[in-house]
């Protein structure tokens, strides 16, 4: 088994819709819970469905993150379906400096650098003294000598050229920013690919 510090029960889990589409990220401890209750099934990595019977004699292999239980451990699902959920959610990100920063990978997007990220400043594409306003659209992350080599112009006028048109996080991307991971668990990957 992974040697985590983290308790098993905060691990993220991927909720899907009665349609199999991703609607949320939950935790293990709630997964637990609506598995057991009977409002979810737990997906195994093959696409099979369980029931908390079903899924409590499945083994906790070397992959897995493993919940000590009486006489064992119980494996923790990564993804949920939630049988009775009907909506379509689609997550939105909010918009903040850590976010626009993990949006651009830490890539000052004038240069292409990735300096330390406490060299990293939010720069507004059209200045805020020039009507810019905090959107995904006009924040961008920019090194501390493009922000300042731009000021107060437009890319245009400075002739900086933006490394890609910044645009609000897509679906999968948001979950990744919500969760702060890197990289999601590799049971989630047919959902968000198809999301
Ligand atoms: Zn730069």
Known sequence: MHVR???PLTLPVLALNRHFHPVQVTTARRAFLLLFGGAAHALDEAGDVHDFLSW???PVRDSDDGLPIV???LRVPRVLHLRRYERV???TVRLSRRNVMLRDAHQCQYCSKRPPVRDLNIDHVVPRS???VDSWENLVTACRPCNL???RRTPEEASMRLL???TAPRWSASMLLLLGRPQPFKEWEPFLKSA
Do not use: V
Request: glycine fraction near 24%.
């Open 5 to 7: 510090s983290r308790d």
């Open 56 to 58: 409590r004699r499945l």
């Open 71 to 73: 006489g064992g451990s």
């Open 89 to 91: 959610r689609r997550p």
């Open 130 to 132: 020039r009507g810019g």
């Open 149 to 151: 080599r731009k000021g």
């Open 164 to 166: 890609r048109a910044p």
